[in-house]
């Protein structure tokens, strides 16, 4: 009966969806399957309406970099109402979740945050870079003529790594993986809540074997906080998956976005191509101009003033990251992809404040380290094929799926699918020549 009532509120949220996003509601409007490719417009006429946009449905919606930054930073507003509650009206779809501190407020957050961050810090993370850069070596090394960059690489990389930090074992990482996306797509509305609760449990019983047996240096940390009641096993359940899902989602969607934006901007793919050490600037480039995570929301914890309006205790406030990455009052010709881009502020894409995301550095340099090696081993990649997208139930987030193909000239269209993403294209890595290579068809 629980399940039955998830879905029921699931179903009941989306119909709600199309019927403001019917009636003008533009915040709404951002789910529809029409602005999931380019929400860029739509962010446009949300920050014409004003520096603070009131939806039809009674949230608030912030598109400038200074309000997003201002509200990601401010203490007055919080993951979670007065009550405790995250998101209200889907408390009885959280409830089967595991809680991350992501979802929390001082001062829990700040006690479990504590507890991961010491397997995040500079030294720790800049550790890992040798091993990175032979993995996306080995992925690369590997590929047939016609490969799916996302399969081949984008996938499988942060899912090594993320396995290495929580000490999964080599024979259960690919199942691994299939818990970190199947539970994404379920908290997200894509998948059915039944099926990812079925998976939360194999997952629980995966890391309940971790804890017995610890084999990496986060899961062994918490571990001893578990036997020192800094945390609760859920705690730890739920930090751990949190790493699974945020450090593979974000990272697999942030190789995508940053491929497919150099290849459709050739004069950037070409400065990269020419010098490889701009790998760097462009992640830092596509997090702001193609950011995995486009909004996230806040929750007011008392009477607020922001731009001249009143917010009130409990409503929430919606922070349009990648409307606000792209305010031309803070960069210059804003809808430019531009590797070269220098002297402006950091971008909003890992959040700003205490949520600053814990993993950004790890996630900066897999990526960096995937664009230098395909610039140095595939210079002369490119686009092939259309961008298919999956459905999605909020404000868009863009992961694509590049497929690539070596020493093809002519241009296909992808027919794969995927799990990991919401598109799709094909790209090719041409040597040249003007005949397809064996055993690919044109």
């Known amino acids: 009966m629980n399940t039955l009532r998830i879905g029921a509120q699931v179903g009941a949220a989306k119909a709600a969806a199309r019927l403001l996003s019917a009636f003008g509601d533009l915040f709404a409007q951002l789910g529809r399957p029409r602005w999931l490719e380019d929400p860029y417009p739509l962010y446009e006429r949300i920050r014409a309406k004003g520096p603070v946009y009131r939806a039809p449905s009674g949230i608030r919606a912030v598109s400038s970099f200074a309000l997003c ?26 409830e ?22 010491p397997a995040f810090t ?29 399969t081949e690489v984008a996938a499988p990389l942060p899912i090594a790594v993320v396995s290495d930090l929580l000490g999964v074992p080599p024979v259960d990482r690919a199942r691994f993986a299939e818990y970190g996306a199947l539970v994404g797509a379920a908290l997200g509305g894509v998948r059915p809540v039944r099926q990812a609760k079925e998976l939360i449990a194999a997952a629980e019983a995966l890391f309940e074997r971790l804890v017995r047996e610890p084999r990496g240096d986060v899961i062994g940390d918490l571990t001893v906080a578990l036997g020192e009641e800094k945390l609760t096993a859920r705690e730890l359940f739920g930090m751990a998956m949190l790493l699974l899902i945020a450090g593979f989602e974000t990272t697999v969607n942030l190789i995508g976005n940053g491929v497919i934006s150099l290849l459709r901007n050739r004069s950037q793919w070409e400065l990269l191509r020419a010098d490889p050490s701009l790998a760097a600037a462009v992640v830092e480039e596509t997090l702001r101009y193609e950011p995995p995570v486009q909004a996230t929301v806040r929750i007011a914890h008392t009477d607020v003033e922001l731009a001249g309006q009143r917010i009130k205790a409990g409503q929430m406030v919606a922070v ?32 700003s404040g205490i949520h600053y995301c814990l993993g950004a550095r790890l996630a900066r340099i897999e990526t960096e380290i995937v664009f230098r090696t395909l610039a140095e081993r595939m210079p002369s990649l490119r686009l092939a094929g259309p961008v298919r997208w999956r459905p999605a139930t909020g404000p868009p987030q863009p992961p694509r799926h590049p497929e690539l193909s070596w020493a093809c000239a002519a241009a296909r269209a992808a027919k794969t699918s995927s799990m990991w993403s919401s598109a799709q294209v094909l790209m090719v890595a041409s040597t040249g020549s003007s005949e397809a290579p064996s055993g690919v068809s044109s």
Do not use: C
Request: hydrophobic fraction near 40%; glycine fraction near 6%.
């Open 69 to 94: 930054d201002q509200v990601l930073r401010d203490r007055r507003f919080g993951m979670k109402t007065a009550e405790g509650v995250t998101m209200p009206g889907l408390g009885s779809v959280q």
């Open 96 to 117: 089967h979740f595991p809680e991350s501190f992501l979802d929390m407020d001082p001062p829990d957050h700040t006690r479990l945050r504590r507890l991961a961050a």
């Open 122 to 150: 500079p030294r720790s993370v800049e550790s890992y870079r040798p091993r990175i850069g032979w993995m996306v070596e080995d992925f690369l090394s590997r590929v047939p003529d016609r490969f799916d960059l996302v």
């Open 320 to 351: 349009l990251i990648a409307a606000g990455n792209r305010d031309a009052a803070v960069f210059a010709d804003p809808h430019r992809f531009d590797i070269t881009r220098a002297g402006v502020p950091e971008h909003l894409a890992f959040s």
